[in-house]
C-alpha cells in the first residue's frame, strides 16, 4: 500500500512539474554583437532594436509574459563571445543567444549554445558551416550565408564575362568560406582564379593589396569581406584607379549600410546579393519605416536586423506553441524546424534540418546617384533567386543532423 502511495505520489509530482516547465512565461534574450566595430552599423545597437521591436510585435508581454533583453559586445573575437556566452548562462540565465555577427564568434559560440542547452539563432555571421560541418542541435543559421552570396554573385559575375578572379579575403572564417565558396562556383562556371591574398580583419590601407590584386591583370577583384572593410577597399580601389584602368569589383558581402557609406558616387553599379531590402513589398516597407524612426541615425534596417527580428518573431511562436518556455535550447530548435515561418521580413519559409532558415535571395545593383529619389534608395532588382535555389541543397549538405 505505501508503495503505490509513494508511486502515485511520484507521478502526480512529475506531473506538476512538467504543467509548471510548460506554462513558465519567463523569457530571457541575449543580444550579442558588434557595438562599436567595423560591423556595428550593420548589427550593434540596432539589432537590439529590431529584437525589442519583434518582442513588442508579439503581444506576449500584455498576455502576462515576462521577457528581459540584455546585450553585450563581443568585440569581434572568439574568446570574448565564448566567455560571455558562459558568463549569461551561468549568472543571467539567458534562454537566447541572438545575433552574434562574425563567423569566427559565431562558430565560438555555438559548442556553448549545446554545452548550456540554450537556442542560438544567428543572424549576423555569414560562414555555411554553421548550417554545414558545424551544424548542431541548438542553432538555426537564418538569413543568409556564404554560399548563397557565392552562387548568385560568383554565378553570375562569371558568366556574364568576369571569368578570371583575383581575391582580397578577410583573414577570419568568414572570408575563407567566402573566398572557397566563390572560388568553387568560378570553376564551376568556367572561370579562373588568377589569386588571392588575405588582409587582417579591421584593415585601414589596402594600397598593397590592391596593388597585388592590379598586377594580377584579373578581370575580377573579387573582395571577401565586410563592413568597414569593404568600404575601405572599395574607396581606395577608386583611388587607385582599378575600374578605370578596366578591373571590375565583385563585392561578394555588402550591406546597404555600406552603400550609404560610401556614397551612390562611388557605390553605383555595383552588385550585391542580400535576403532582405527595406524597399521590396508593403510588408518590408511598413517594418522598415518603423524601425527607421527608433533606429541610430534613423538607419534603414540592414539584412542582419531584419533577420533578427524575424528570428525572434519565430522563437516566440514556438514558445507559445510548446505552452510555455521550457527552458531547453534543443527542444525549442525542434519545435522551430517543425513549424513554418511567416513574417513581414521574409513572407513564408521553413527551418531545414540541418538548421538553415529557408527564404528567397535577391540579386540587386546599387543605383546612380540620378536614379535615387531619396535616402536609403540605393536598389535596383536584377533578379530574384527561388528560395529552393538560393542555398546549399540539403543532399550536399556536409551536417551530420541531416538523414542520407
Known amino acids: 500500500m505505501k508503495s503505490t502511495v509513494a508511486t ?26 558588434d557595438m562599436a566595430g567595423l560591423y556595428s552599423d550593420i548589427s550593434g545597437i540596432n539589432s537590439v532594436l529590431a529584437v525589442t521591436m519583434a518582442v513588442e510585435d508579439s503581444g506576449l508581454r500584455e498576455k502576462g509574459w515576462k521577457i528581459d533583453i540584455i546585450s553585450g559586445d563581443h568585440q569581434n573575437k572568439p574568446d570574448v563571445a565564448t566567455s560571455l556566452a558562459r558568463q549569461w548562462a551561468d549568472v543571467e540565465n539567458v534562454d537566447l543567444y541572438a545575433d552574434v555577427v562574425t563567423s569566427s564568434t559565431a562558430l565560438a559560440v555555438m559548442p556553448v549554445a549545446v554545452d548550456k542547452n540554450r537556442v542560438h539563432l544567428n543572424s549576423g555571421a555569414a560562414s555555411s558551416a554553421l548550417s554545414g560541418k558545424s551544424c548542431n542541435p541548438n542553432t538555426i543559421h537564418w538569413t543568409y550565408d556564404t554560399y548563397a552570396l557565392a552562387n548568385r554573385t560568383g554565378k553570375g ?11 582580397l579575403t578577410a583573414d577570419y572564417a568568414f572570408g575563407a568560406a567566402l573566398e572557397a565558396d566563390t572560388m568553387a562556383v568560378v570553376k564551376a562556371n568556367g572561370g579562373k582564379v588568377l589569386g588571392a591574398i588575405k588582409h587582417p580583419l579591421n584593415t ?27 568600404t575601405n577597399a572599395v574607396k581606395q580601389a577608386a583611388e587607385f584607379g582599378i575600374v578605370q584602368g578596366g578591373q571590375k569589383l565583385a ?32 510588408d518590408t516597407r511598413a517594418f522598415s519605416k518603423r524601425f527607421s524612426a527608433r533606429s541610430k541615425n534613423n538607419a534603414m534596417p540592414s539584412m542582419v536586423q531584419a533577420g533578427d527580428y524575424s528570428a525572434t518573431t519565430h522563437y516566440l511562436k514556438a514558445l507559445v506553441a510548446l505552452g510555455g518556455n521550457p527552458h531547453d535550447g534543443a527542444k525549442v530548435i525542434a519545435k522551430m524546424k517543425e513549424m513554418p ?4 521580413i521574409f513572407g513564408k519559409g521553413s527551418v531545414r534540418a540541418d538548421g538553415r532558415k529557408i527564404h528567397p535571395a535577391y540579386l540587386f545593383e546599387v543605383k ?8 536609403w534608395d540605393y536598389y535596383k532588382l536584377v533578379s530574384t533567386i527561388p528560395a529552393d535555389e538560393a ?10 543532423l541531416v538523414k542520407k
Open 8 to 33: 502515485t505520489a511520484l507521478a502526480v509530482s512529475l506531473a506538476c512539474t512538467g504543467i509548471a516547465a510548460a506554462q513558465d512565461k519567463n523569457v530571457k534574450i541575449g543580444v550579442m554583437t
Open 204 to 230: 585601414a590601407d589596402f594600397s598593397s593589396f590592391l596593388l597585388q590584386a592590379q598586377s594580377s591583370k584579373a578581370k575580377i577583384v573579387g573582395l571577401a569581406n565586410a563592413g568597414g572593410d569593404t
Open 341 to 344: 515561418t511567416e513574417d513581414p
Open 391 to 400: 542555398f546549399r541543397p540539403l543532399a550536399e549538405s556536409e551536417c551530420p
Open 368 to 375: 546612380k546617384p540620378e536614379e535615387s529619389k531619396g535616402p
Open 251 to 282: 563585392s561578394l558581402l555588402l550591406f546597404i549600410n555600406d552603400v550609404h557609406s560610401l556614397g551612390l558616387k562611388v557605390a553605383n553599379g555595383l552588385q550585391m546579393t542580400e535576403t532582405f531590402y527595406w524597399d521590396l513589398n508593403d
Open 157 to 167: 559575375v562569371t558568366k556574364a564575362g568576369g571569368d578570371s578572379w583575383f581575391f
